[in-house]
């Protein structure tokens, strides 16, 4: 049997534009999250006062998500502080403290890994505000690493809310992240989310851009 060699190159070569093309729109912006606090309205009051409202400094790349001026100390068995952590919002049910395993070595706590939200049983940790001091019986978390999508870009996937999937990021120093929870709603927008202690071990940062596997 003989082949046409210009034909079989031609082949090759579409395939290899279509593998391509696949591999791109595999591909996923990142957003390092550094340690941060999300406050219900009555903790809120309790730490700057009855009727206080936060106050939004910058909108964050998930629709509704912010940035607020405020920012609060953290303290964990060890008495030592980390100060100047950022408040997020709107207000949530329940307060929350994300923080990174390097943190909770100077904190002194054990934090779960866990989906935001995910709090019951997780770590207790105390919150000192201009006005007021918060003591959390538990709320204190290391996020899961976790990749926000839209109803459109998960049926792009091909991957549904709850999902996980394994993620290569090719940076200073080539990281397989396995396990990455997938998160999938209306209001979403397609990003990893990862943490400090994350980014810092691949050598990426924000904006960087990771590959589903």
């Known amino acids: 049997m003989t082949y046409d060699s210009n034909l079989v190159s031609q082949i090759v070569n579409r395939v290899m534009e279509q593998m391509g093309q696949s591999a791109n729109t595999k591909q996923v912006p ?18 700057f006062g009855a009727g206080y409202e936060l106050t939004p400094i910058k909108d964050l790349s998930q629709p509704g998500q912010f940035a607020c001026k405020e ?52 770590a207790p940790i105390t919150i000192i505000g201009p006005k007021g001091v918060v003591t959390l019986k538990e709320g204190c978390i290391i996020a899961n690493r976790h990749i926000h999508m839209s109803l459109d870009e998960g ?20 990281t397989l992240f396995y396990d990455v929870q997938v998160r999938v709603h209306k209001d979403f927008r397609l990003e990893m989310h990862i943490d400090t202690d994350d980014a810092n071990a691949a050598g990426i940062g924000n904006g960087a851009k990771v590959t589903i596997i």
Not at 30 to 47: F, P, Q, Y
Not at 100 to 108: C, E, I, Q
Not at 162 to 168: L, P, W
């Open 30 to 47: 990142v957003g390092v999250s550094n340690r941060h606090i999300h406050l219900s309205k009555a903790d809120l009051e309790t730490l």
């Open 71 to 122: 920012c609060l100390t953290i303290v964990g068995p060890s008495l030592r502080p980390i100060e100047n952590v950022r408040v997020l919002g709107p207000v949530r049910k329940a307060s929350q403290v994300e923080i990174s395993r390097t943190d909770s070595f100077v904190l002194k706590v054990k934090p779960p890994v866990r989906e935001s939200g995910d709090i019951a049983g997780s």
């Open 155 to 174: 049926a792009a996937f091909g991957l549904k809310d709850g999902d996980y999937v394994n993620v290569e990021a090719k940076g200073e120093r080539k």
